[in-house]
């Protein structure tokens, strides 16, 4: 204050200054800021859940298609070369249908195939016209592999070096310098259950050595069979399938194994009774050397995992943040949903490169 007795408008602006705030300001910032603060959180967390729920989708759809290509992959080269029943362990028929049980099923199915494994060199010397003894390139069959030329000729190796197998090439067939050798091998496909360690597994066996883990978070395999048991070149009809249109393949046309029951057909409306029970023609021809299976339809039932430290037998791990429906319909076994489990779905068919043999 002047000796004038006028205050100055910049000493009351100091004084305020240094008064700080009022209690009610403190708490309209306060109040303000918790507002904010909360957005912010909800904004966040519901980024996080969505991030989560999209890894565990992107997950689980990797699974699925990973699992379907490593079956499609053996299954389409099963039969190659036509090896003879029993030609090696596992197998007892280039394709051998394994369902969980007659009617509807409870769990997965199985399937092992006589199919490519791997190339194991090439014709080394030429011509090979005639007789059983082979000069194969590095790095060669084992001894008791069983062996093709282009899927033309197929043959067991009874000894090494040079390789001689256990039946000949008969003349005039020939087979020049370069001709792929490929060793054939009886592969199974199976799906671990719950209750082990850890759970839900693609398996994958090589002739009778365990099988292995190769792909996880896999819950079910189901398959169904397209056949022409009299070999005429056309998917046989099966009941329930298009109604007077014949020889039309339809969805219904693929019979799930040991399926004594009516299932509905996800792809047409109604249900059919399908039949590939155990004694049936049909189940012998699916089995037999040469197969009447033509086509399979393969379903990969792919589920959510729990984090390694959860994935223990018969877990209850579950996603909270995920409630909507997880059932299934895969063939004849019906899935039924569970809260917290997402799951995905997967169905190919797959036509038999040498489906056509006899």
Not at 7 to 12: G, I
Not at 20 to 38: C, D, P, Q, W, Y
Not at 68 to 96: E, H, K, Q, W, Y
Not at 210 to 233: M, W
Request: net charge negative.
């Amino acid at each position: 204050r002047h000796a004038t007795g006028k205050v100055k408008m910049e000493d009351v602006m100091q004084e305020r200054a240094e008064r700080g705030f009022t209690l009610i300001e403190m708490m309209v910032a306060l109040a303000a800021f918790a507002i904010i603060s909360m957005a912010a959180f909800a904004v966040l967390n519901t980024g996080q859940r969505s991030a989560m729920s999209n890894d565990q989708t992107v997950q689980i759809q990797q699974n699925v298609r990973l699992a379907m290509d490593l079956i499609s992959r053996d299954v389409r080269m099963s039969s190659f070369g036509n090896p003879l029943s029993g030609a090696m362990p596992g197998c007892a028929n280039t394709i051998n249908t394994g369902d969980n049980q007659p009617g509807n099923d409870v769990a997965s199915d199985t399937i092992a195939v006589m199919t490519v494994f791997q190339q194991v060199g090439t014709v080394a010397i030429a011509p090979f016209a005639a007789g059983n003894i082979i000069q194969i390139s590095a790095p060669g069959p084992d001894l008791n592999d069983v062996i093709s030329l282009e899927g033309t000729f197929t043959a067991t190796v009874n000894s090494l070096g040079p390789t001689t197998l256990n039946r000949s090439v008969v003349s005039p067939t020939n087979y020049a310098v370069g001709t792929a050798v490929v060793q054939i091998k009886c592969i199974q496909y199976s799906v671990s259950n719950g209750a082990a360690t850890p759970p839900y597994q693609l398996l994958r066996g090589v002739n009778n050595a365990a099988p292995v883990a190769v792909v996880d978070g896999i819950e079910s395999l189901q398959i169904a069979y397209a056949l022409d048991t009299d070999n005429d070149g056309i998917i046989d009809d099966q009941p329930g399938g298009a109604v007077g249109i014949a020889n039309t393949p339809d969805c219904k046309d693929f019979v799930p194994n040991d399926s004594a029951n009516a299932f509905t057909c996800p792809l047409q409306v109604g249900a059919g009774s399908q039949s590939l029970a155990a004694g049936t023609t049909e189940y012998a021809a699916a089995n037999a050397t040469p197969t009447a299976i033509r086509q399979i339809r393969l379903t990969v039932v792919g589920r959510a995992t729990p984090p390694a430290n959860a994935n223990t037998p018969n877990n209850t791990w579950r996603d909270a943040t995920f409630t909507g429906p997880s059932q299934v319909q895969a063939e004849d076994q019906f899935i039924p949903s569970v809260a917290g489990i997402r799951r995905r779905a997967l169905t190919r068919m797959v036509t038999l490169r040498n489906g056509n043999n006899s």
